[in-house]
Nanobody, 118 residues
């Protein structure tokens, strides 16, 4: 089992920045961020392997940066130039493989809300 605890969400105006953190109870190969807006499916935002290989959704490329501190088992998401369409509940997830489908990720945090106003 892996426990994941997110922090860092909040409300910000468009163009602002937020940094999300996710503390894991133990190391896993792949960690990622997903988000879900009301009435929409959960979507991938970014993921990173323990070796540092990253993936970003097209909608966040150039604005978001995913990173991890393997010594602290902590995942981060630096979000810059935020847009109203980034408003969603953001979830941290962990898995032994960097799956594409959210349903294949075994471990999930409780989520942290990000709200971007125009």
């Amino acid at each position: 089992q892996v426990q994941l605890v997110e922090s860092g969400g909040g409300s910000v105006q468009a163009g602002g920045s937020l940094r999300l953190s996710c503390a894991a109870s133990r190391a896993t190969y792949c960690m990622g961020w997903f988000r879900q807006a009301p009435g929409k499916e959960r979507e991938r935002v970014a993921r990173i392997s323990s070796g540092g290989t990253t993936y970003y959704a097209d909608s966040v490329k150039g604005r978001f940066t995913i990173s991890r501190d393997n010594a602290k088992n902590t995942l981060y998401l630096q979000m810059n130039s935020l847009k109203p369409e980034d408003t969603a509940m953001y979830y941290c997830a962990a898995a032994g493989t960097c799956y594409i489908e959210p349903t294949k990720w075994a471990y999930w945090g409780q989520g942290t809300q990000v709200t971007v106003s125009s």
